[in-house]
């Protein structure tokens, strides 16, 4: 008979929708389905849940890395940038009534 194991499965990363870092430290995440607030934890062990708005005014190291007509969001409070969800409609362009 075999013993046994005790080893635990592998944990997922802390966070899955995390795609990288800027120069100066702010985060790039993948936004889940639907997602409208921002689900970053802070230094508390809280999470900031504020409003994604889309942005349109980013730097150069954003235009490099994603282009310039590229569709990012940002956190209005902790300054966290996010990438659209592939599996949603792309939100550019002009709304039809």
Same mark, same amino acid.
């Given at each position: 008979?075999? =013993?046994? #194991? #005790?080893?635990?499965? @592998? #944990? @997922?990363?802390? /966070?899955?929708?995390?795609? $990288?870092?800027?120069? /100066? $430290?702010?985060?790039?995440?993948?936004?889940?389905?639907?997602?409208?607030? !921002?689900?970053? &934890?802070?230094?508390?062990?809280?999470?900031?849940? $504020?409003?994604?708005? %889309?942005? *349109?005014?980013?730097?150069?190291?954003?235009?490099?890395?994603? $282009?310039?007509?590229? =569709?990012? *969001? %940002? !956190?209005?409070? !902790?300054? #966290? &940038? *996010?990438?659209?969800?592939? /599996?949603?409609?792309?939100?550019?362009?002009?709304?039809?009534?």
């Amino acid at each position: 008979m075999s =013993e046994p #194991t #005790t080893e635990a499965p @592998p #944990t @997922p990363p802390a /966070d899955a929708n995390l795609i $990288g870092t800027l120069s /100066d $430290g702010t985060k790039i995440k993948r936004r889940v389905l639907k997602q409208r607030a !921002c689900n970053e &934890i802070g230094a508390k062990g809280k999470m900031c849940v $504020g409003h994604l708005k %889309r942005w *349109y005014f980013f730097g150069e190291e954003v235009k490099g890395k994603f $282009g310039p007509e590229a =569709e990012i *969001y %940002r !956190c209005e409070r !902790c300054k #966290t &940038i *996010y990438l659209p969800n592939p /599996d949603e409609q792309p939100r550019t362009g002009t709304l039809c009534w």
